[in-house]
């Protein structure tokens, strides 16, 4: 489970939004552009070029 703390600052490196847990925890969805940040081990990897596009991920 991700840290409530961590979560409430974390924000999308492209648009600066917020990001959300998917139903799974396996990432994090920014809430306005969309893109999916994976987590790894339980570690958000924030990087843009890392990111899924909401268009790109398998429904």
Same mark, same amino acid.
């Given at each position: 489970?991700? %840290? #409530? #703390? *961590?979560? $409430?600052? *974390? =924000?999308?490196? &492209? @648009?600066? !939004? #917020?990001? $959300? =847990? %998917? !139903?799974? !925890?396996?990432?994090? &969805?920014? &809430? $306005? @552009?969309?893109?999916a940040y994976p987590v790894k081990n339980g570690i958000p990897v924030m990087l843009a070029d890392q990111a899924i596009l909401k268009d790109d991920r398998k429904s």
């Open positions: 489970m991700i %840290d #409530k #703390k *961590l979560m $409430s600052i *974390l =924000a999308c490196p &492209v @648009c600066h !939004e #917020k990001v $959300s =847990a %998917d !139903e799974n !925890e396996q990432f994090l &969805v920014c &809430v $306005s @552009c969309g893109r």
